[in-house]
């Protein structure tokens, strides 16, 4: 499998981290949204949305959108258990995080690490509803040790993406000492690395 990525996307680190706690073989190929390379013809021809994250798998098919990519990936693994109602409840915080979360935390991170511009020049209305998604996942954290389960799903993986780095889009989490709590034991439950090499 190889997977098209930008390590400091936040979308592509849930593929990489849903690939290494699974063991599962791939190789990595680096591509920068910023110079466009996400937007050539050969990558186009491949991947028509021009984002990433995107894999292609061995027999030449490929998938891209990042939740749909780690729920494909942890099939019938721990990350995504056996079950209707437990599946739905997956499903539940992957759309969520999509419609609710990711376009108010990820965007404004993107425009101060990526752009480089202030945390005032921010949109108000992101602003807005990035805190009330951080505030939301605080309450629901509240008495609990993961979003679903006792153990990782890809729904921690899925959230833990942008929330862990939230601060770098000017988002206070010394505040919301549940969700401190809950990435620390993400992060150490699911061993999280940053490294882009080839794996075996």
């Known amino acids: 499998m190889k997977i098209h990525g930008d390590l400091a996307s936040g979308n592509c680190l849930k593929v990489k981290w ?5 063991r599962l073989p791939y190789t990595w190929l680096p591509v920068d949204i910023m110079q466009g390379e996400s937007r ?9 949305q021009g984002q990433v994250p995107a894999i292609e798998l061995d027999d030449g098919r490929t998938l891209a959108q990042s939740n749909a990519i780690i729920r494909y990936l ?31 935390v990820a965007t404004c991170r993107f425009h101060m690490v ?29 008495g609990r040790t993961l979003l679903v389960d006792d153990a990782p799903t ?20 010394a505040s ?12 150490k439950t699911l061993k999280l690395s940053c490294r882009a090499d080839r794996h075996a």
């Open 74 to 104: 942890a099939r019938g693994s721990s990350l995504l258990p056996d079950g209707a109602f437990i599946q739905a409840k997956i499903d539940e915080w992957l759309f969520w995080e999509q419609y609710s979360h990711e376009p108010y």
């Open 18 to 22: 849903t690939a290494d706690f699974l």
């Open 154 to 173: 890809i729904a921690d993986i899925a959230l833990l993406a942008y929330t862990r780095v939230a601060h770098e889009g000017g988002f206070d989490l």
């Open 40 to 48: 050539t013809p050969e990558y186009l021809a491949k991947f028509p």
């Open 114 to 142: 990526y752009l480089g511009k202030s945390k005032k020049s921010r949109d108000p209305l992101k602003v807005e509803r990035g805190e009330k998604a951080l505030d939301h996942m605080e309450r629901q954290l509240q």
């Open 176 to 187: 919301r000492p549940n969700l401190r709590t809950w990435i620390a034991r993400c992060e």
